[in-house]
């Protein structure tokens, strides 16, 4: 009960007031320097990140990411907007992970 409890205060939705910043450097610096594809998917309702807060700082961790592509939904797009997710899913991955050669 206490990770329930504690662990929605720690997700750093407001950077002026974000006491877990510095818990979460190591993490960004890391996923800065992947050079993967990146697709960032996002619910127009979300009520518990802000796209014009958390948008913002996926885009200045992964600068080549596409998206934020936005689905209708709210915060768990898996259950809001399963068949928009999917559909995206489906494109990003034709554009990044190689066809095999069938001969």
């Known amino acids: ?9 720690s997700i750093p939705i407001d950077p002026s007031t974000d006491i877990t910043g510095e818990r979460f450097e190591w ?3 890391g996923l800065r ?7 960032i998917i996002w619910g127009r309702e979300d009520d518990v990140f802000a796209l014009d807060v ?3 700082r996926w885009h200045d961790i992964w600068p080549h990411a596409e998206g934020p592509h936005l689905v209708t939904g709210k915060h768990f797009l898996q259950e809001d ?3 928009e997710i999917g559909q995206l899913l489906v494109e990003f991955a034709a554009r990044h992970l190689p066809i095999p050669e069938h001969g």
């Open 54 to 56: 958390m948008g913002v």
């Open 27 to 29: 993490l960004e610096a």
């Open 1 to 9: 009960r206490r990770l329930t409890w504690q662990w929605p205060r």
């Open 81 to 83: 907007s399963g068949a």
């Open 33 to 39: 320097e992947l050079n993967i594809p990146a697709n």
